[in-house]
Nanobody, 121 residues
Framework: QVQLVESGGGLVQAGGSLRLSCAAS????????LGWFRQAPGKEREFVAA????????YYADSVKGRFTISRDNAKNSVYLQMNSLKPEDTAVYYC??????????????WGQGTQVTVAA
Protein backbone atom coordinates (compact mmCIF):
# COMPACT_ATOMS: atom_id res chain seq x y z
CA GLN A 1 0.00 0.00 0.00
CA VAL A 2 1.46 3.32 -1.07
CA GLN A 3 1.69 5.94 1.65
CA LEU A 4 2.63 9.57 1.18
CA VAL A 5 3.14 11.70 4.26
CA GLU A 6 3.71 15.44 3.93
CA SER A 7 5.32 17.72 6.47
CA GLY A 8 6.87 21.16 6.68
CA GLY A 9 3.91 23.45 6.22
CA GLY A 10 3.31 26.47 8.39
CA LEU A 11 2.90 30.22 8.57
CA VAL A 12 5.44 32.47 6.88
CA GLN A 13 5.68 36.12 5.93
CA ALA A 14 5.55 37.13 2.28
CA GLY A 15 8.99 36.86 0.76
CA GLY A 16 9.96 34.05 3.10
CA SER A 17 10.73 30.40 2.46
CA LEU A 18 9.43 26.98 3.45
CA ARG A 19 10.51 23.47 2.60
CA LEU A 20 7.89 20.77 2.29
CA SER A 21 8.77 17.10 2.60
CA CYS A 22 6.95 14.03 1.37
CA ALA A 23 7.95 10.64 2.74
CA ALA A 24 6.93 7.90 0.32
CA SER A 25 6.59 4.21 1.17
CA UNK A 26 4.92 1.05 0.01
CA UNK A 27 6.73 0.35 -3.23
CA UNK A 28 9.69 1.14 -5.39
CA UNK A 29 9.13 4.48 -7.04
CA UNK A 30 11.73 4.24 -9.77
CA UNK A 31 9.07 4.16 -12.50
CA UNK A 32 6.87 6.80 -10.93
CA UNK A 33 6.45 10.53 -11.10
CA LEU A 34 5.94 12.29 -7.79
CA GLY A 35 4.24 15.63 -7.73
CA TRP A 36 3.04 18.47 -5.57
CA PHE A 37 -0.41 19.98 -5.91
CA ARG A 38 -2.17 22.70 -3.95
CA GLN A 39 -5.70 23.75 -3.22
CA ALA A 40 -6.67 27.16 -1.92
CA PRO A 41 -10.05 27.82 -0.28
CA GLY A 42 -12.78 28.05 -2.88
CA LYS A 43 -10.46 27.04 -5.71
CA GLU A 44 -9.76 23.88 -7.62
CA ARG A 45 -6.70 21.81 -6.89
CA GLU A 46 -3.82 22.79 -9.16
CA PHE A 47 -0.54 21.29 -10.24
CA VAL A 48 2.58 22.85 -8.71
CA ALA A 49 5.57 20.70 -9.60
CA ALA A 50 6.61 17.14 -10.36
CA UNK A 51 9.74 15.05 -10.61
CA UNK A 52 10.41 11.86 -12.55
CA UNK A 53 11.97 9.60 -9.97
CA UNK A 54 14.25 7.67 -12.33
CA UNK A 55 15.82 10.58 -14.21
CA UNK A 56 15.18 13.47 -11.88
CA UNK A 57 13.46 15.43 -14.66
CA UNK A 58 11.40 18.25 -13.21
CA TYR A 59 8.23 20.04 -14.24
CA TYR A 60 6.74 23.26 -12.86
CA ALA A 61 3.62 25.34 -13.11
CA ASP A 62 4.31 28.75 -14.61
CA SER A 63 3.17 30.43 -11.40
CA VAL A 64 6.03 28.91 -9.37
CA LYS A 65 8.87 28.71 -11.90
CA GLY A 66 11.99 30.36 -10.56
CA ARG A 67 10.66 30.36 -6.99
CA PHE A 68 10.00 26.69 -6.18
CA THR A 69 12.35 23.75 -6.57
CA ILE A 70 11.35 20.10 -6.43
CA SER A 71 13.94 17.47 -5.56
CA ARG A 72 14.19 13.88 -4.36
CA ASP A 73 16.35 11.83 -2.06
CA ASN A 74 16.53 8.22 -3.22
CA ALA A 75 18.04 6.97 0.03
CA LYS A 76 15.24 8.48 2.09
CA ASN A 77 12.48 7.78 -0.45
CA SER A 78 11.46 11.38 -0.08
CA VAL A 79 10.50 14.31 -2.26
CA TYR A 80 10.93 17.92 -1.30
CA LEU A 81 9.50 21.24 -2.39
CA GLN A 82 11.67 24.23 -1.60
CA MET A 83 9.51 27.32 -1.78
CA ASN A 84 11.21 30.72 -1.90
CA SER A 85 9.89 34.25 -2.38
CA LEU A 86 6.52 33.13 -1.13
CA LYS A 87 3.47 35.23 -1.92
CA PRO A 88 0.08 35.41 -0.21
CA GLU A 89 -1.43 33.73 -3.28
CA ASP A 90 0.69 30.66 -2.51
CA THR A 91 -1.49 30.06 0.54
CA ALA A 92 -3.10 26.63 0.18
CA VAL A 93 -3.10 23.06 1.36
CA TYR A 94 -0.23 21.33 -0.41
CA TYR A 95 -0.55 17.68 -1.38
CA CYS A 96 2.04 15.14 -2.41
CA UNK A 97 0.92 12.62 -5.02
CA UNK A 98 2.36 9.96 -7.29
CA UNK A 99 1.51 8.54 -10.66
CA UNK A 100 2.64 5.59 -12.71
CA UNK A 101 1.80 7.53 -15.84
CA UNK A 102 4.64 8.59 -18.12
CA UNK A 103 3.21 12.10 -18.17
CA UNK A 104 3.49 14.58 -15.29
CA UNK A 105 -0.14 15.53 -15.88
CA UNK A 106 -1.08 12.15 -14.45
CA UNK A 107 -3.60 10.89 -13.58
CA UNK A 108 -2.27 10.65 -10.06
CA UNK A 109 -3.16 7.50 -8.19
CA UNK A 110 -2.07 8.14 -4.62
CA TRP A 111 -2.32 11.22 -2.44
CA GLY A 112 -1.07 12.37 0.90
CA GLN A 113 -3.20 14.03 3.54
CA GLY A 114 -1.92 17.53 2.82
CA THR A 115 -0.06 20.20 4.73
CA GLN A 116 -1.21 23.79 5.20
CA VAL A 117 0.93 26.65 3.94
CA THR A 118 -0.13 30.15 4.92
CA VAL A 119 1.69 33.21 3.61
CA ALA A 120 0.93 36.42 5.45
CA ALA A 121 1.07 39.71 3.59
Amino acid sequence: QVQLVESGGGLVQAGGSLRLSCAASGRTFSSYILGWFRQAPGKEREFVAAIRWSRGSTYYADSVKGRFTISRDNAKNSVYLQMNSLKPEDTAVYYCACTASYYPQGPYDYWGQGTQVTVAA
